[in-house]
């Protein structure tokens, strides 16, 4: 084999197996269309890999698992090989997830790949979705993509909360019972949501049942769906790449998929399963046997839900107490309704950003060359602003286990959540954009006047001067190369009317644009050159008068 | 499109003379830095040199032996290491050793595929051109053709009685598919506002569901209780524990703040409250005996025990809900009846009689 994959011969074995495939599936076409396609390469470029990757661990881990989890509410008295749950009442699914940890070889490795994988999973495409955001590859023509990206993200925290439940130990029946609890909060309907997912009354006996056909199957199946969704477009549109010398809209510049994406690519896949298996191996991941089974009496303190399901959590805690009102018999959650709409509104401002921008900027020509985040300031200050709303209402999750650790006063702690939620996220678009245009600035200014060479020379008439030498073309462009947009006033239209959307056009393209930095152009940095010259002559004059 | 981009100048890049797009707000700097093109590629040390390139070749074989031993290792240790039933250090040493093989077996291939790319395979960057997603003008046209001729073909457009029909169809044909899932759980209003607790119903500590003495609770203990009777294994067993269980504490009854109507609900300073959080249902299990504070660990509402468990702190709107209770011939606690009110989370219509 090894002589024929180097240099397949006329009439080897490769050459052989590859006319027989291409004679039956024309595979020879569809390698030259995508056999030397271009993949930019960049460390933030792989966390979407980690993500495509992690879910791969999850299908393979989680059918190992399917093949000994016995998703049956009946009750049982368990007899396994933990002692201290010897004799205890449990639902079998508990039980049989117990015999997977302590009875099957692997079976407690593959419970712990599979949990971290979900958690690792959620991670990298929350960080996937935050390096779109902040490089604004969602720009046309990728607006559509970013929808199903997001789409994915849910259904990853749908998937990921469908399969916490399974185990129907004590902790995730908590966190059902505060679904069901939940449910009921919402209005007309809420009883019979809530009676239609538990079969009758929580808790039931069909809850683990119905979750597992939505864990193994339905969601499962839509991810796939929207994964191949997402991929394909990926394929139509070709990666986006940074900004820099000879990267443009119109061509990408990278390394062909054969054979450097492929090894690499590939290689990574098996670096990012090694990692979840090292990490499988050497740390436990919610040891249900330390919860007993569901009763819905027991609770432990300090409870918290996987990491990414924290943000709801927190939510329904920094909730302010006392908000829940009647309107005549009937009761309104507002308890439970405000921060289901707040995370609702939240999620649907995140789905159609990318159109929001387009709609302001109004550049209708497609963009294959990302931002630097300084490069759009107030992109990333939004951006700055919703990762600091959702930091704070993930740390709200955390309430009580902040203040036993740091031996604070809950209340205080939970008051003052409730106000960074509010205040924080402003600070952060502050403090952001600031940042922004302060890098923005240095960037124009060094381009413009060349780096500091740390050379200090004193001139014949006493002033103390620094010279700068010029920047080298390639380190140059890349400061200055970036998209410039300004501000626009609000416009008739062919009527001679000033819609109100208009007015709003105009108003947001201030917010985005007002102080924007221009990139330094070739005059600019032209003329400061020959000012530059200028004092090289004179200290050069200077130099010669003193000899 | 807005109104008014028609009034902005339109500046199109020569790049795009395939297909000119608006450009919007953008400004574009006629005096822009010009692109020097690619940066210069850099050769690394395994181009330059045959021994780094022969170091490289056997750096990515040891990686892939390595992957190799692991795996063995891994396969070796299914069989060396087995669960012996009962023997928990048995469990860690299987997933121990046996993950610790697979992962050798894994970084193994996927370092070595990507040190053999990063070292030997050519890093020149290839630049390819790209087109616009849009199909070309001729291509559009071809596709608009295309459905015209369907449309004319099926008379689409031109038979609305039949079109119309259609989408009266398409809409209504889901629906018995959404109904069939009427059957997914009984309506469970009315035994939401009831419980297991009927007047006389003994008092149980949970879990052992002995019957507790009135003597027996000093001041500052606390009991989680539940209706004698009610037993793991019973049908409807979680069910019923979902909403009768309740936490009870003795305090000085002089500590008490009672309205008259709920005099009665406690006995010598032994009271009763519903354990279910009335925010979304967790067990509120924590009592902090000098402020007789209930606390619910999932999201900290806060109750307090001797005013009528009135919510002082957290989410939570209303007080947890009173059982009565008195005591029997015997001196153990009974409830005077059921709760008065629907246990556990709101829902829409929990105050209509």
């Known amino acids: ?547 | 499109m807005s109104e008014d981009s028609k009034d902005l100048v339109k500046q199109v890049d020569s790049r795009y003379s395939e297909h000119e797009y608006e450009t919007g707000l953008r400004v574009i700097h006629e005096d822009a830095v010009k692109d020097p093109g690619l940066e210069p590629h850099r050769v690394r040390m395994t181009d330059k040199s045959v021994k780094h390139e022969k170091n490289a070749v056997r750096q990515v074989t040891l990686l892939f032996v390595i992957s190799m031993l692991g795996s063995a290792f891994a396969l070796y240790s299914y069989f060396a290491f087995p669960i012996v039933i009962g023997d928990m250090n048995s469990v860690r040493m299987n997933t121990l050793f046996l993950g610790l093989g697979i992962t050798l077996g894994l970084f193994g291939i996927g370092v070595g595929a990507v040190h053999w790319a990063k070292t030997l395979m050519p890093d020149n960057e290839v630049t390819e051109e790209r087109h616009l997603t849009r199909g070309s003008d001729e291509k559009r046209a071809a596709a608009i053709e295309i459905i015209n001729l369907a449309n004319q073909e099926s008379g689409f457009s031109r038979r609305k009685l039949i079109r119309r029909t259609l989408y009266g169809a398409l809409a209504l044909f889901p629906l018995p598919g959404l109904i069939i899932f009427g059957d997914l759980g009984p309506n469970v209003n009315d035994k939401l506002r009831h419980t297991a607790w009927k007047p006389g119903t003994r008092l149980a500590r949970d879990p052992n569901g002995r019957p507790i003495k009135a003597s027996d609770v000093t001041v500052g203990s606390v009991y989680h209780v539940v209706p004698e009777g009610l037993m793991p294994g019973d049908h409807g067993y979680l069910e019923e524990k979902a909403k009768a269980a309740v936490l009870l504490v003795r305090v000085d009854p002089s500590e008490l703040i009672e309205t008259e109507e709920r005099a009665s609900w406690s006995y010598q300073g032994i009271v009763a409250y519903s354990k279910i959080c009335t925010h979304v249902g967790c067990p509120v299990a924590l009592y902090e005996q000098h402020t007789h504070h209930l606390l619910c660990p999932c999201h900290q509402s806060t109750f307090d025990l001797v005013d009528g468990c009135k919510v002082v702190f957290g989410p939570a709107t209303r007080a947890l809900p009173q059982l009565p209770i008195t005591v029997d011939a015997e001196g153990y606690l009974i409830a005077q009846s059921d709760f008065n009110e629907p246990v556990g989370p709101s829902f829409w219509d929990r105050s209509v009689k």
């Open chain 1, 1 to 547: 084999m090894s002589n024929t994959s180097t240099t397949p011969k006329k009439n080897g074995f490769l050459a052989g197996t590859a006319n027989y495939v291409d004679e039956r599936v024309g595979v020879g076409g569809i390698l030259k269309e995508f056999g030397r396609k271009i993949f930019p390469d960049h460390w933030s470029f792989m966390l979407g890999e980690v993500a495509l990757y992690s879910f791969l661990v999850l299908l393979l881990s989680g059918t190992f698992l399917t093949f000994f989890f016995d998703p049956s509410m009946a009750e049982t008295i368990y007899e396994g090989s933990y002692a201290p749950l010897k004799g205890a009442h449990m639902s079998v699914a508990y039980s049989s997830s117990l015999d997977i940890s302590f009875e099957v070889r692997g079976g407690l490795l593959m419970r712990q790949v599979h949990h971290w994988s979900a958690l690792l999973f959620v991670a990298a495409a929350g960080l996937h979705m935050l390096r779109v955001f902040f490089t604004g590859a969602f720009r046309k023509p990728r607006e559509l993509n970013w929808v199903v990206g997001f789409v994915l993200f849910v259904l990853g925290m749908a998937a990921g909360f469908t399969g916490y439940s399974l185990p129907d130990d004590l902790l995730s029946g908590n966190g059902l019972r505060i679904i069901d609890g939940m449910m009921k909060g919402v209005p007309f309907v809420g009883t019979s949501i809530s009676a239609g997912l538990f079969g009758g009354e929580f808790p039931g006996t069909a809850i683990v049942g119905r979750l597992y056909s939505l864990h193994i199957m339905l969601v499962p199946a839509l991810i796939l769906v929207f994964l191949a969704l997402h991929l394909f477009m990926l394929v139509i549109h070709k990666h986006t790449h940074y900004s820099g010398p000879g990267k443009k809209d119109t061509n990408v510049v990278g390394y062909p998929l054969m054979p450097v994406y492929v090894a690499k690519a590939g290689g990574f896949f098996f670096i990012v399963f090694g990692a979840i298996m090292l990490i499988a191996t050497f740390f436990t991941i919610n040891p249900i046997w330390n919860y007993g089974g569901y009763d819905p009496s027991p609770v432990s303190a300090g409870t918290q839900p996987d990491w990414y399901i924290g943000w709801l959590d927190g939510a329904l805690r920094l909730a302010p107490t006392g908000i829940e009102f009647m309107i005549g018999d009937y009761t309104v959650s507002t308890n439970i309704l405000l921060p289901l709409v707040v995370s609702l509104v939240f999620l649907a401002i995140v789905a159609v950003y990318p159109f929001i921008e387009n709609w302001v900027t109004g550049d209708k020509r497609e963009h294959h060359v990302l931002d630097r985040p300084r490069n759009a300031p107030t992109r990333t200050a939004i951006g700055a602003a919703g990762v600091t709303f959702y930091a704070v209402l993930w740390a709200g999750a955390s309430t009580d286990l902040i203040a036993t650790n740091f031996k604070m006063s809950l209340n205080q702690v939970l008051v003052s959540m409730q106000i960074a939620l509010i205040v924080l996220p402003f600070v952060a678009f502050f403090v952001t954009k600031r940042i922004c245009l302060a890098l923005q600035r240095k960037d124009r200014e060094i381009a413009i006047h060349g780096r500091e060479s740390g050379r200090i020379v004193r001139l014949p008439h006493g002033e103390y001067i620094e010279v700068h030498e010029p920047l080298e073309p390639h380190d140059l462009y890349k400061l200055v190369d970036f998209k410039d947009y300004k501000p626009t006033l609000a416009r008739p239209n062919a009527q001679g009317k000033i819609t109100f959307s208009s007015r709003i056009r105009a108003s947001l393209s201030k917010f985005y644009f007002e102080d924007r930095i221009a990139p330094a152009t070739q005059t600019e940095i032209d003329e400061a050159a020959h000012h530059n010259h200028e004092i090289e002559a004179e200290v050069k004059k200077a130099i010669e008068a003193s000899k």
